[in-house]
């Protein structure tokens, strides 16, 4: 697919196409309650967006949803970065091209992928020499001006991998099970979900007050059990995360019934990752549960990514 949409890309000069990638990622513990500063717990999982560079005289975007020069609708963040590194650099054209194993708009981190991909393929082409945490602050920059409003969890998760505290950008240790994720292919605007819980926190405050601080105190309990790795208890945190989206209003009905197959069919855990109220829901299992819960998610109608923890954040993947 990279090779044939590449091929008909016109480049300038030699062909000198850097690639590079980083990673999806799913949230053990703690979407929703990080908006209101309480803590959570994102790991970054092995399906990757991968974005190729090379020098050229205008711009072309080019990936699964249309070839574009800079355009806001097809291609926002793309188009972001590029005009970010024209403030710092002096880009003219580039040709660049898009591939990506995450799902789009799904709570699976796909904009943030593509974003720090980009900039750091436009950091080896031009060499302007960033930083990962310059490269994460540029990421955020982008998001915050695409959406309006975004955290830095997904920027901070994708450039540097692993499984990471947030706000406290703590590193904990890998996690070794089995990854499973149910794709509702349910469309979910997290801007909406975000302002719904916020409506109900200022109608029930001292109701909904409560169940985020109890989400956040999961994210401070989970970060002993990763480092220990009890997946047991992990799992049986991320259930109890669960049911409190759920009273949060952020559940649905496909959601739900992903959560219970993977419970059912030997996950320590399952609940829903990122906004909610479509998108994914992850489950975290033993190795050999891994196809029985797989199984038991596509039986139920999800789409069903198999993927592990991963410690490679941004990276070069051909120069
Ligand atoms: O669905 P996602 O991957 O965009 O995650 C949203 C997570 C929220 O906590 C609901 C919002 C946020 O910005 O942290």
């Known amino acids: 697919m990279l090779v044939s949409l590449w091929n008909d890309v016109p480049h300038k000069g030699a062909l000198k196409m850097i690639t590079c990638s980083a990673p999806g990622k799913v949230y053990l513990f703690g979407e929703h309650a990080v908006v209101y500063g309480e803590p959570a717990i994102c790991c970054a999982v092995d399906i990757r967006t991968r974005v190729s560079v090379d020098h050229a005289d205008s711009i072309t975007i080019r990936s699964t949803l249309g070839t574009t020069g800079i355009d806001f609708e097809t291609h926002p963040y793309v188009s972001a970065v590029v005009e970010r590194f024209q403030d710092i650099s002096s880009l003219e054209g580039v040709s660049i091209l898009i591939s990506s194993e995450i799902p789009v708009g799904s709570g699976l981190g796909s904009s943030a992928a593509v974003t720090i991909a980009t900039i750091k393929a436009l950091d080896m082409l031009l060499g302007t020499g960033l930083e990962l945490d310059d490269i994460a602050r540029m990421g955020h920059e982008v998001e915050q001006r695409v959406q309006g409003a975004a955290s830095q969890t997904d920027t901070y998760v994708c450039t540097m991998g692993g499984v990471v505290m947030i706000p406290q950008r703590k590193g904990l240790d890998l996690i070794d099970c089995g990854i499973i994720v149910g794709n509702t292919n349910i469309f979910s605007s997290t801007k909406e979900l975000v302002a719904n819980v916020s409506d109900l926190n200022k109608r029930f405050p001292d109701v909904i007050g409560p169940i985020l601080s109890s989400i956040g105190m999961m994210s401070v ?99």
Do not use: W
Not at 261 to 267: K, L
């Open 221 to 319: 309990a989970g970060k002993g059990l990763v480092n220990t790795k009890d997946y047991v208890s992990i799992g049986k945190l991320m259930n109890i995360n669960q049911g409190l989206l759920d009273a949060i209003g952020v559940g649905c009905s496909e959601l739900s019934s992903f959560t219970y197959a993977a419970r059912n069919s030997g996950a320590y855990g399952a609940k829903i990752t990122g906004a909610g109220g479509g998108g994914c829901m992850v489950a975290i299992a033993p190795h050999e549960r891994v196809d029985d819960v797989a199984a038991a998610i596509g039986a139920a109608g999800g789409e069903v990514i198999v993927t592990k923890a991963t410690d490679v954040g941004v990276k070069v993947e051909s120069l």
